[in-house]
């Protein structure tokens, strides 16, 4: 498929999502009651173009959710134009970061990222840093590096260092991506997500329309060089994620996905590709023990990969059935339940997951917001 033909396709199968979605055919609530006691959170990011918040949920053993607070972030969201059910056509805004109990929220109206303390469900202020840039989109968190994708003018990316729980700004990090304006939707051609290497050798950065991947080799400060090695990388690279194995792991909104090993000179050498999955506007990743879940948002469904050692093989093109716009994707802390934010209907689809991958739908819950109720949210993140 040419790429004007799969731009066209990816924005009309967005759009349809929003407002003529199927409604998914298991039963949905603001809450789940349940007997069983919390073990984790969720949390959703509500990209409020005025005070942007953060919805904490409660996950029982059972793997349902209940709402427990919403917390404000100190800024304000964003929309990017031409976007329906995601308004910041990224993945990766709302970020946790486990091993330190911090969680990192964009806001793409104030050019800032906010860090919370977290605390079960509960969520304090830390810190509001600048991004050094216009919109910022996705977070990454590896070790004790932090680095930001700034979506306008360009692109850029920036980062920050983790002291303890503090997060200091890294001097010299911030590097300019000098994409092009290349005629598409300014939500087709800004870059989607920005990822540190497992080694924390490399910074990568999808570029959606552009059709590249910007990888940049990081020095032992952690600034990065100062241009990228360019990899030519399908139509429309958008999701990144990390195997067991520490590949790279690319979704193309055609429903490609692509392994690679990220080599610290930041070139990349292609391990396996399958697909294209048949699936519409495949966005939205996450690996989870040999697994690659992606998310479809023109098709209303989640596709699944089997990945060995960055040998991929399709398992289920459509493993399971979505609300609306499917968007983010997230994994609890124990591997054992998927999320889905779906950007039409605002509803979070839970699902638990078997040894081999599958998928079992076990409710949802809703969290009032949604393209088709006229307020578009992103960013999801589980612990």
């Not at 929003?18 to 298991?26: D, M, R, S």
């Not at 680095?147 to 729980?165: K, P």
């Not at 940049?216 to 990144?240: E, H, K, M, W, Y």
Request: charged share 15%; proline share 5%.
């Amino acid at each position: 498929m040419n790429l004007p033909r799969l731009t066209t396709v990816i924005a009309t199968a967005a759009a349809a999502a929003a407002f003529a979605f199927v409604p998914a055919a298991t039963a949905s609530a603001t809450s789940h009651p349940s007997d069983h006691h919390t073990v984790g959170a969720v949390f959703v990011q509500t990209d409020d173009p005025v005070h942007n918040a953060v919805i904490a949920y409660d996950r029982s053993t059972d793997g349902r959710l209940t709402r427990a607070g919403t917390y404000r972030t100190g800024g304000a969201g964003a929309q990017e134009a031409g976007a329906v059910v995601d308004p910041l056509a990224s993945q990766g805004s709302l970020t946790l970061d486990r091993a330190r109990d911090l969680l990192f929220a964009v806001n793409g109206g104030s050019d800032t990222v906010t860090v919370f303390g977290v605390h079960g469900s509960r969520l304090d202020v830390r810190q509001i840093l600048p991004t050094h840039g216009d919109l910022p989109v996705s977070v990454s968190v590896v070790g004790n590096l932090v680095f930001v994708l700034n979506a306008r003018d360009g692109g850029s990316i920036t980062g920050y260092r983790l002291a303890g729980r503090t997060v200091v700004p890294l001097s010299g990090s911030t590097r300019a991506l000098h994409l092009a304006d290349n005629g598409n939707p300014e939500f087709l051609q800004t870059p989607s997500q920005v990822a540190i290497t497992p080694d924390r050798h490399a910074v990568v950065v999808a570029t959606k329309t552009h059709g590249t991947l910007l990888t940049f080799p990081l020095d032992r400060f952690g600034r990065p060089a100062a241009a990228p090695t360019v990899t030519t990388s399908g139509a429309v690279p958008f999701a990144l994620s990390f195997d067991r194995s520490s590949h790279l792991v690319v979704i193309d909104a055609s429903g490609l996905v692509t392994s690679y090993r990220v080599h610290r000179s930041g070139s990349l050498a292609k391990v396996s590709s399958v697909g294209p999955t048949g699936q519409a506007a495949a966005c939205w990743s996450v690996v989870v023990r040999g697994t690659v879940y992606v998310a479809n948002a023109g098709s209303n469904s989640i596709s699944t990969v089997a990945d060995r050692s960055g040998h991929l093989r399709l398992l289920d093109a459509t493993a399971a059935h979505t609300d609306g716009g499917p968007v983010d994707l997230a994994a609890s802390g124990n591997g054992r339940f998927i999320y889905q934010l779906s950007g039409a209907t605002g509803k979070i689809d839970e699902y638990r997951r078997s040894a081999n991958g599958s998928l079992t739908s076990i409710g949802s819950v809703d969290t009032g917001l949604g393209s088709a109720n006229g307020h578009p949210l992103e960013g999801i993140a589980a612990s």
